[in-house]
């Protein structure tokens, strides 16, 4: 299994639609976990973190299934803002976590 | 603007030179790395500072790459004698350190085009 693994994509939904991306990592001593979006030709940014089952921030979810190693994040009520590149992302480093490995990432489009 | 800096914002060089990459981080952050970052995929670790001191070195970072953070403020990353397969963004993040996982904040990138 490659240590950070997602959905290809690209997704392509119309707006107010619900949409779901998938990841699993390979390392089962990491705790928590990220969503990073980024826009095209810009920087990473921090969506949410999950550190214990999920995360809920507004329209955003973010599930963890330590069993399986699988993280999900859904979006609900898409809007066309939302239209980027998802990263799942995992720390690793020993215990100060220093280092994200990250997705390939998996490209929205949310269409009017 | 209080958040990680970086320049310049893009570089185009010929191979075979040498470039050098500054990035500033937020100024409370002791801890700043970079990442590289190709078309299609995702920013892959390169190194880390934790203040002054580079803790660690990935494989990617091959001997024509160097990187150094003086005074545990800024940091620069030099690539000597570029390859066409240096083409990429380079990013820079900074975090506080503490137990756990603190948030990286990344930098807008350096966007390096090898001819």
């Known amino acids: 299994r490659k240590e950070v693994e997602q959905d290809p994509g690209p997704f392509n939904v119309p707006e107010g639609a619900t949409v779901a991306f998938n990841c699993t990592y390979s390392n089962s001593a990491s705790q928590s976990f990220f969503w990073y979006r980024q826009d095209c030709r810009k920087e990473p940014k921090l969506l949410m973190s999950v550190y214990s089952s999920g995360n809920e921030d507004g329209r955003f979810t973010a599930q963890l299934n330590r069993a399986s190693q699988y993280i999900s994040l859904l979006i609900r009520d898409s809007k066309l803002s939302d239209s980027a590149t998802y990263l799942c992302v995992v720390p690793s480093g020993g215990g100060s976590n220093y280092k994200l490995t990250f997705g390939k990432g998996t490209l929205l489009t949310v269409n009017p | 603007d209080t958040g990680v800096s970086q320049d310049p914002r893009h570089k185009i060089t010929k191979r075979g030179q040498n470039v050098t990459f500054r990035c500033d981080p937020i100024?409370?952050?002791?801890?700043l790395y970079w990442y590289r970052q190709t078309l299609g995929q995702g920013p892959e670790f390169l190194t880390y500072?934790?203040?002054?001191?580079?803790?660690?070195k990935s494989r990617l970072l091959s001997d024509r790459f160097s990187a150094e953070r003086p005074k545990g403020s800024f940091s620069t990353l030099e690539i000597q004698r570029t390859e066409q397969g240096d083409s990429a963004m380079y990013l820079c993040a900074s975090s506080l350190r503490g137990p756990g996982v603190w948030t990286q904040y990344f930098g807008p990138g350096t966007r390096l085009l090898v001819l």
């Open positions: 500072f934790q203040n002054e001191a580079q803790l660690e």
């Open positions: 100024s409370e952050h002791n801890r």
